[in-house]
């Protein structure tokens, strides 16, 4: 049994009512796959072909209109918020824009506790003191508020508050993009290092392509709302089959080729 | 020929009451015909260095050099016309937010068609000259990649996907035919196809019309696919300079070697999934600057003598500051 298993998962934006019917328009999936525990599985594919949209769905910040997902065999609920919220985990694309200014990083970890678990105060500041040293920040760093910290440190919060449920799997929209070099680095061991300790599955979204390649065990490229392509990552990147991933990879070794 | 010179450019701000150095010595030299990467973190001076050459930076920056000139021209003395003729007709800059850089009272149409200079327009009568404008503007637009370019010029910035934007702000860089073209991170957050796209445009442009560009970035498969040389800015210091490859098969600096670390696509050895290797610590802020070598509290080589400001020495072509370096001996021998 995988640890979470996508359906055919699919989803149609409503029609907006001045458009006539028979124009559809953009339709993600069906999309099926499976992950595993301790795996990464990145997606890579053009902007606009519907990568973000599978993320969100992912983790149930919108709604499919047909499929399920199946987590350790057991059909994840929509309306089942907790289950949900606590076992797969969204990183947001812009951990500055998704930190809210006016919270200390305290409050802002302390909220997904108070509505998700039943932890008293004391349970909770001891497991918000945890996390902060699991992602490589101080206990200190539980007063401050999101400008005095720099991009690196606003990512570890936000990997933080992703991690403090305890989720199995965390799903990130480029977590990359925004981070400097040596940020990057830092990040990429950091994700690495508690994968091996804590046996997360990961989902990357991504255009690194290098990033993609040294990080994920299974690359998926979408193309036009669908999966088109699947397979071991190093497999991929060294043969692949569909025109869209051709086009990505050859885009990628050209660029490092030039030189 | 040096088109861009620039010895040890100093910018200083207020900050709390004391003055802080945002840039230190920075040096940059662009000759003609050269693509010139400028690479370093956020907010080691990048944009400010770009906007010192552009004339750009508020009145509050205190700006000193030994040398900053274009084409032989001190750029520090002459006057303010001067200054604008040669950004309007050599030196064309894609500055970095590309919405923030248009005008949102304008359609994409309006500020294109008004930035091409007279004499690149044909015809007598003004229908004519509406009609060769218009043209010029599609094919430039054909040539950034943008495919409905009827769309794009209907439109304001503000309501077209960055990318879009990006590839317009080229567009409006390119349409004087410059000698320079300063971009600042043209690329940032576009995938990899359209990445490619505007890089062998780029590439094309220095090769047929001798266009001379400073690619600013830290997008480094970007800048090995086209850099000829290097500048490598931290926190305010040049701390390395050179020919690219040579710059990236044997850098001399702590921080530039972290740098190309930083890109697993360049270590074709390294084994999936294992930890890179990197700096701890972050980039600090221009209220806590080390001194000395502003490297010295994240660098793993650093040593006493790193609190005095190195120097900068040469061999060959490559430039570097720093009391340690990398490659060589302690005299300084490769
Ligand atoms: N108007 C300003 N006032 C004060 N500090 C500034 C201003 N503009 C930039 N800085 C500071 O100068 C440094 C360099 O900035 P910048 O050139 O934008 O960096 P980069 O382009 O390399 O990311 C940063 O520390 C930044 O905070
Ligand atoms: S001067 Fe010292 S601190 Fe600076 S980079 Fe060299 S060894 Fe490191
Ligand atoms: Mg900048």
Redesign the pocket.
């Known amino acids: 049994m995988s640890l979470l298993q996508i359906d055919q998962l699919c989803y149609q934006p409503k029609r907006p009512w001045y458009k006539l019917a028979g124009d559809d328009g953009f339709q993600l999936g069906p999309v099926s796959f499976s992950l595993e525990k301790g795996e990464t599985i990145s997606i890579i594919g053009e902007n606009s072909c519907g990568k973000s949209l599978l993320a969100k769905l992912i983790v149930g910040a919108e709604t499919p209109t047909a499929g399920r997902i199946l987590l350790n065999g057991q059909t994840l609920e929509n309306n089942h918020k907790t289950q949900r919220a606590s076992n797969v985990r969204m990183v947001f694309r812009h951990s500055a824009h998704a930190l809210n200014p006016s919270l200390s990083i305290g409050q802002m970890l302390d909220e997904p506790l108070r509505l998700n678990t039943a932890l008293s105060a004391k349970g909770r500041s001891e497991k918000i003191f945890k996390t902060l040293k699991l992602v490589g920040l101080m206990a200190d760093h539980f007063y401050f508020y999101k400008h005095m910290l720099s991009d690196g440190q606003q990512q570890r919060v936000a990997l933080a508050r992703a991690l403090i449920l305890d989720p199995q799997v965390i799903v990130a929209d480029e977590p990359f993009a925004a981070l400097d070099p040596s940020v990057r680095s830092q990040t990429v061991n950091l994700l690495l290092k508690l994968q091996k300790e804590l046996g997360l599955a990961f989902i990357f979204i991504s255009h690194n392509l290098g990033i993609v390649r040294h990080m994920s065990d299974r690359t998926i490229v979408m193309h036009d709302g669908q999966i088109v392509e699947m397979n071991l990552t190093q497999t991929l990147f060294l043969d692949p089959q569909h025109s869209a991933s051709k086009q990505l990879i050859h885009a990628h070794n050209a660029l490092l080729s030039l030189q | 020929m040096i088109l861009l010179d620039i010895k040890n450019l100093t910018l200083e ?1 207020e900050s709390n009451g004391v003055l802080v150095k ?1 840039l230190d010595k920075a040096s940059l030299i662009l000759e003609e015909g050269e693509i010139r990467a400028l690479v ?1 973190e ?7 260095i770009v906007k010192a050459i552009s004339g750009a930076l ?1 009145p509050q920056w205190i700006v000193t050099a030994d040398r900053m000139t274009w084409r032989g021209q001190n750029l520090l003395t002459m006057t303010r016309a001067e200054r604008r003729k040669i950004m309007r007709r050599d030196i064309a800059v894609v500055f970095q937010d590309p919405v923030a850089a248009l005008d949102p009272s304008a359609t994409l149409q309006e500020q294109l068609t008004e930035s091409i200079p007279e004499e690149f327009v044909a015809g007598t009568w003004f229908w004519q000259k509406r009609r060769s404008r218009l043209d010029i503007a599609h094919s430039l637009l054909h040539k950034v990649g943008i495919k409905d370019t009827e769309y794009c010029m209907a439109h304001y910035a503000h309501e077209l996907p960055v990318d879009i934007c990006q590839k317009f702000m080229i567009a409006m860089a390119l349409v004087s035919q410059p000698t320079v073209l300063i971009a600042d991170d043209p690329t940032r957050g576009m995938e990899t196809n359209t990445k490619r796209q505007i890089l062998s445009l780029f590439k094309n442009l220095n090769k047929t019309r001798d266009l001379s560009i400073l690619f600013v970035s830290h997008d480094l498969v970007a800048i090995s696919s086209m850099a000829d040389t290097m500048t490598v800015l931290y926190c305010g210091q040049t701390v390395e300079d050179g020919p690219f490859q040579s710059v990236r098969k044997k850098p001399f600096h702590p921080y530039t070697k972290a740098l190309m670390d930083s890109a697993p696509s360049f270590s074709p050895d390294l084994q999936p999934k294992s930890a890179l290797i990197a700096l701890g610590g972050t980039i600090p ?2 209220q806590h600057l080390p001194i000395g070598c502003r490297l010295g509290p994240r660098c793993p080589r650093a040593q006493k003598k790193c609190v005095e400001t190195p120097v900068s020495r040469k061999i060959n072509q490559h430039t570097y500051r720093c009391h340690f370096p990398m490659h060589l001996d302690d005299k300084g021998i490769l």
Request: glycine letters at 24%.
């Open positions: 701000i945002a370093g956020s907010g080691s001076g990048k944009s400010l508020p802020t221009l």
